[in-house]
């Protein structure tokens, strides 16, 4: 049995970077992290580690002041990573060292749809709002990017502050001199935890125990899985549902190699394409996501299809004879009302951090601090109403609900290929898919504005009979709750 004052399940990027800020406020708090070591379906492991503040923006980022305020966590992680990087190179040996690759090109094509353009727009403004530098450029500059002409882009932009990391050497490196430090990092998965005594017992897969006074689950979309034993507290706790995306390593083009994340906005349902030089001298393309009921931990022969296609037409045809390094399938922790889980429960000690879905690793600075903080006890840099005991944060009502979920399907059918028939037209399909949705929403009374991605799973179509009963239980209770303006 290890005994430690905390115990975080989940070696994340918000598991590392929690033990982090946490042993740089109290050297002398003894910390073990668990987790297996090869983060099998873990949101980290597979993300692209894009820094992605502004290229995150969508058309719904500045809906209302709940959803501001969630990009104003972003915006103040963007700050601050010069700041972190900075701090983590002081600490670790040369070799260990890494640098922010700032620079992203944003390359809005024609390949979505409507919603594309309208965060595109979305992203400018808010560009202008903060004053943030960008440069609108001809995309012939852009080093390896070389996309089929018929896919070029309308229009294209570089952010210079926006960059990107490694984040599997990033983590690897954090990991080091966490253990430097004395934290134990325990190879194995939780099966579940238990209060024990004046804390709790965390119990492994190798039946061995961890006691701890105080608990922090940040096992990623698997933290309902641990909390599902637990179903005083979970019921009261937005469902974490995975956000499946699959993810891969190829060859760089020998002559002509990517040097800066190119990506495009985001996309239906999804992040947008996007490709990420690494450390190793390999290319990162991402990624897509999917809502599941269950995580999942491989991809399925079509989305890996879509991705790769997407990469050699739409970022360079050369890609074709690139070698497939490595594949990753991770899973983004996302609640059901988009807003992360951040705080202590009502069990006394017991602490969630998750629900980051597309940029926990971006943020994991600001979520680490605020998290540490309570854990501390002190106070709070950054107020927030993202508690886990909470109700859903409504961010539109069920109208705007269904007209985005139906702009992010057709934007979905663009993207997949598709070609509106000439005897009919892109609104009649349309017209099909909202008399279906309104159909799904009046036969079992939601009035809540559920999330395009959370519509579009597609096992609200192949299992209706597992799905529709927890979507039930999740945003039927929540009827009363109104968007707040
Ligand atoms: C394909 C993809 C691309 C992404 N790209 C980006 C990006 O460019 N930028 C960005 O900011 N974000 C990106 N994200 C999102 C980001 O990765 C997540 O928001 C973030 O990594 C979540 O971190 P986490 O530590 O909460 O969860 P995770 O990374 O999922 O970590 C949870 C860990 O807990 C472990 N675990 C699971 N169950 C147990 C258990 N029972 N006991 C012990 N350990 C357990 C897992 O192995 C895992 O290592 C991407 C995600 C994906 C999937």
Redesign the pocket.
Known sequence: MTTVDLSI????????MTAFELSNKDPNLKIAV???A???????????????CFGEITDQTFVNDQAEKRFMMAYDAHKRWPSVIEKLNSLVPKEHQQEINQGTFVVLNPCSGQIESDSFRELLSALERLEEPYEEIDPRIIEGFNPNQNLRPLRSIVMPNEG?LD?RRFMSIVKSLLEQRGVQFIE????GFYPEGSGYAVELENSETVQSSKCLL??????Q??LDAHPDIADKIPHLFP?????TNIEQVPDNPIRKVIRTPNRAGA?GL?V?PQSDGSLYL????DVYLRPQTLPMTGIVHFLLECGIEQINPALYRSQLLKT?T????VTADGFPLIGETSMEGLYI??G?????????PVLAEVIAEEILGEELTWKHNYQPERDLIPTVDKEAAIKVYLDHLIAAYYEHGWRAPKISSQDATRQIAEEKIRKFYDTHGFEFGISAEILLMHELDSKPEETVPLLKRIFLEKESLTPVA
């Not at 399940?9 to 590392?16: F, H, M, P, T």
């Not at 980051?356 to 994991?364: C, I, N, P």
């Open positions: 399940v989940g070696n994340g990027i918000l598991g590392l668990i987790g297996p090869d983060r099998k379906g873990g949101a980290s492991q597979a993300s692209g580690a894009m820094l992605g990107s984040s194995q998965k939780a099966l940040a096992a990623g979309a698997y933290t899985d641990l956000g499946v995306g699959f993810s992040c996007h990420v991402g990624a897509s996501n990753r991770g899973n983004r922790p951090l998750s980051t879905y597309r940029d926990g690793f971006h943020k994991s």
